[in-house]
């Protein structure tokens, strides 16, 4: 292992020294891709110089050991015990850190939330989610565009897909696909009854160009009036679009834009996200893994957390984890949340190792 770390010490360090050489500065591609391989190896690297310090202080401790001079062989046998607790400690960060990335977990985002069990109380819950993501991603400084929206009759949400544009959106977000099951009294709801409803969030990674090869041939592309609010321009122009891919079956509409070519852009862009995690999904099972990329069922059974707001509390069945900050959560305070469902995957995947 020591020499594995050295080796990641070498190459951060011959990154850092080949991004100050002034043809890599001039050519922003080179010196990005430098950039981006520096940043990934900073944290393994500062950990592995640690870990490098104590090995060689462990191996010194060891060699007095078998000096002559007593004093310094007392000195080393009450130093080691403690370095070596603390190199083991070391290492089990280290087995984390050096377990295999997501390739996807630096990208854009495609997150799509539906309302499923629970009628118009589900819709509402589904708008709840889909401001919850939205204020989450505030906070991250992120960049977000509603690729298609689906309103239901009394203001609460169909189905909505959202893209969301940040380095590592992918990464931090893709724990919340499941089914999410709230328990309330709805606004709509007389005798003060508790209801229990449910919306499925399903996060996809963003395709590039290159990764999804969509052939015009394999489209069928139809052109309809938009309907819901638009004013003047509701039912006067055939601006809605929806795309059907032929070989997958896959379906994805978009209306919510005045100009036809703006509409097709979005629902290409989306389109491209669920062909792509098709992909992946498909790639996973081949490998016999239990991770999916998505859920697209409404299923109350099939829960992956649940928002009880009597109580206010929120639990991930996941990971059996409970916060009673029901407001603060669902505001966009998903930080704890997430990273303990990070932690978790880190530890499942190092168990699997």
């Avoid at 060699?63 to 007392?74: F, Y």
């Avoid at 589900?122 to 977000?144: H, I, K, N, P, V």
């Avoid at 169909?158 to 590592?168: C, N």
């Amino acid at each position: 292992m020591i020499e594995k770390l050295r080796e990641i010490i070498q190459r951060r360090n011959a990154l850092a020294e080949a991004m100050s050489v002034p043809d890599a500065t001039a050519d922003p591609k080179t010196y990005g891709t430098l950039a981006k391989e520096h940043a990934e190896l900073a944290d393994v690297a500062g950990h592995a110089e640690t870990y490098s310090t104590l090995w060689d202080r462990i191996q010194e401790a060891e060699a007095l050991l078998a000096e002559d001079d007593a004093e310094l062989k007392q000195i080393a046998e009450e130093d080691l015990p403690g370095l070596r607790q603390e190199l083991l400690a070391l290492e089990e960060q280290l087995k984390i850190l050096l377990l295999p990335r997501d390739p996807n977990d630096d990208k854009h985002t495609i997150l799509e939330v539906r309302s499923g069990t629970g009628g118009e109380e589900a819709a509402l819950f589904a708008s709840d989610l889909f401001r919850m993501y939205s204020r989450y991603a505030e906070r991250r400084g992120w960049q977000t565009e509603i690729m298609s929206l689906s309103e239901s009759e009394a203001g609460g949400i169909k189905e909505v897909v959202l893209a969301v544009q940040g380095r590592g959106a992918y990464g931090e977000l893709k724990f919340e696909s499941g089914v999410h099951r709230v328990q309330r009294v709805p606004a709509t709801e007389s005798s003060g009854r508790i209801h229990t409803s449910a919306a499925s969030v399903a996060v996809l990674p963003e395709a590039a160009a290159v990764e999804v090869n969509i052939v015009e041939a394999d489209l069928k592309i139809d052109t309809y009036r938009a309907s819901g609010a638009g004013g003047q321009h509701v039912n006067k122009t055939e601006s809605a679009i929806r795309i059907t891919h032929m070989p997958s079956g896959i379906v994805v509409t978009c209306q919510d834009e005045k100009s036809q070519h703006k509409n097709r852009a979005k629902a290409m862009k989306v389109l491209a996200a669920r062909i792509y995690a098709v992909q992946v999904e498909k790639q996973e099972k081949a490998r016999a893994t239990k991770r999916r990329s998505m859920i697209s069922t409404g299923d109350r059974s099939a829960k992956i957390r649940t928002y009880n707001y009597p109580q206010g509390r929120v639990t991930d069945h996941r990971i059996n984890l409970t916060l009673y900050k029901l407001a603060d959560i669902t505001d966009g305070d998903l930080g704890e949340l997430i990273e303990a469902l990070r932690l978790q995957d880190r530890m499942d995947r190092l168990a699997e190792v």
